[in-house]
Antibody, heavy 125, light 110 residues
Framework: EVQLLESGGGLVQPGGSQRLSCAAS????????MNWVRQAPGMGLEWVSG????????YYADSVKGRFTISRDNSRNTLYLQMNSLRAEDTAVYYC??????????????????WGQGTTVTVSS | QSVLTQPPSVSAAPGQKVIISCSGS????????VSWYQKLPGTAPKLLIY???KRPSGIPDRFSGSKSGTAATLGITGLQTGDEAEYYC???????????FGGGTKLTVL
């Protein structure tokens, strides 16, 4: 069974850092792009970042560019999101999501077929 | 303010049909592929439609998608109370080099 399990959420102070992890199982992790998508309280879905299967191509939303870094360790079947300079507006449930199409690079036309249950990040003093 | 525009809410009676619209521009919907996701409260989003109008296995044919120009629509027929959820459209925005979602539409089955 294909599964994604996020971890690393919690309470962090403004300006602080946090690293999220997403452990994948049930599929050949390196064959698929991965993404982070978040949902702030009372708000809609917001795509945060995506990375190709090989890790060589990455994309970011303007709202996090320069502060967040997406990466992956294909030997550990794990996706990461390093979040620095956190702001109150980064408070959200963060989901990792698997790309649908098999690709070592990031396909802009891909969709998200499997999602984790999410991990909550709260940025507050 | 979302790049893609959806109505905040729609409603219809059980058994009826509803259409949810998603409006964009030439930098996103017009030249890229649209997908739709269903999100129930407290659960992860679920892929409903990909490549504008295709359904993943397991998604009933009550759900349909279409696209014309800078707009896309999600249709749901034979509404059931279990369809009450938020629905999001998504696509790539070439100008932003980013995935963009609509603001979401809350469906109420009266």
């Amino acid at each position: 069974e294909v599964q994604l399990l996020e971890s690393g959420g919690g309470l962090v102070q403004p300006g602080g850092s946090q690293r999220l992890s997403c452990a994948a199982s049930g599929f050949t992790f390196s064959d698929y792009a991965m993404n982070w998508v978040r949902q702030a309280p009372g708000m809609g879905l917001e795509w945060v970042s995506g990375i190709g299967g090989s890790g060589g191509s990455t994309y970011y939303a303007d709202s996090v560019k320069g502060r967040f870094t997406i990466s992956r360790d294909n030997s550990r079947n794990t996706l990461y999101l390093q979040m620095n300079s956190l702001r109150a507006e980064d408070t959200a449930v963060y989901y990792c999501a698997k790309g649908w199409r098999r690709s070592t690079w990031y396909d802009p036309h891909d969709v998200f077929d499997i999602w984790g249950q999410g991990t909550t990040v709260t940025v507050s003093s | 303010q979302s790049v893609l525009t959806q109505p905040p809410s729609v409603s219809a009676a059980p058994g009826q049909k509803v259409i949810i619209s998603c409006s964009g521009s030439s930098s996103n919907i017009e030249y890229n592929i649209v997908s739709w996701y269903q999100k129930l409260p407290g659960t992860a989003p679920k892929l409903l439609i990909y490549d504008n109008n295709k359904r993943p296995s397991g998604i009933p044919d009550r759900f349909s998608g279409s696209k014309s120009g800078t707009a896309a629509t999600l249709g749901i027929t034979g509404l059931q109370t279990g369809d009450e959820a938020e629905y999001y459209c998504g696509t790539w925005d070439t100008s932003l080099s980013a995935v963009v979602f609509g603001g979401g539409t809350k469906l109420t089955v009266l």
